[in-house]
């Protein structure tokens, strides 16, 4: 069974930055690439970032380009968002999700909350 | 930021059809994929649909899904309770290189 768990979120000041992680098990996690969407409270789905199974390929929201950076590591089937920079509208439930099918599988979320 | 356009609300009673539109452009939905997501509340997003019209394991027939252009749609037939959420589309954008998803349609049964 994909199993996909968000931690790291929390209560963080303006300006300041987090790192997220995403635990994977139930599948083979260096074969697939992944994707960290966000959900603001009452508001729909933003796509945040991607990584392809090698990093070889990374791309990001206009919104947090040059703020945030994705990264695997595939020896420990994690998957990492490193946030800087933190804004009051970057606070949202971040998900970690993972692709084939595309953005087929769904961590549980992890809640940032960007506050001074 | 949204980029695909859904309508905000649909609804209908117990057994009757409803029906979801996504509308995009060339650089998502007529160039690729498009998937579909059922959110309910307080839970992450599930796949409903994927690749235009396929239903992964588990998700009933009741949910067909089609692509026509640079439009989809998502069809939940015999309308249920329990289908009462917030559905999504999403398909990857070549311009963006990355996924743009739909401004989400939230589902009622009266």
């Known amino acids: 069974e994909v199993q996909l768990v968000e931690s790291g979120g929390g209560l963080v000041q303006p300006g300041g930055s987090l790192r997220l992680s995403c635990a994977a098990s139930?599948?083979?996690?260096?074969?697939?690439?992944m994707n960290w969407v966000r959900q603001a409270p009452g508001k729909g789905l933003e796509w945040v970032s991607h990584?392809?199974?090698?990093?070889?390929?990374?791309s990001y929201a206009d919104s947090v380009k040059g703020r945030f950076t994705i990264s695997r590591d595939n020896a420990k089937n994690s998957l990492y968002l490193q946030m800087n920079s933190l804004r009051d509208e970057d606070t949202a439930v971040y998900y970690c999700?993972?692709?084939?099918?595309?953005?087929?599988?769904w961590g549980q979320g992890t809640l940032v909350t960007v506050s001074s | 930021q949204s980029v695909l356009t859904q309508p905000p609300s649909a609804s209908g009673t117990p057994g009757q059809r409803v029906t979801i539109s996504c509308s995009g452009s060339?650089?998502?939905?007529?160039?690729?994929?498009v998937s579909w997501f059922q959110q309910l509340p307080g839970t992450a997003p599930k796949l409903l649909i994927n690749?235009?019209?396929q239903r992964p394991s588990g998700v009933p027939d009741r949910f067909s899904g089609s692509k026509s252009g640079t439009s989809a749609s998502l069809a939940i037939s015999g309308l249920r309770s329990e289908d009462e959420a917030d559905y999504y589309c999403a398909a990857w954008d070549d311009s963006l290189s990355g996924y743009v998803f739909g401004t989400g349609t939230k589902v009622t049964v009266l």
């Open positions: 139930g599948f083979t996690f260096s074969s697939y690439s």
């Open positions: 999700a993972r692709d084939a099918p595309a953005l087929g599988f």
């Open positions: 690749r235009n019209s």
């Open positions: 990584i392809s199974s090698s990093s070889s390929t990374l």
């Open positions: 060339t650089s998502n939905i007529g160039s690729n994929y």
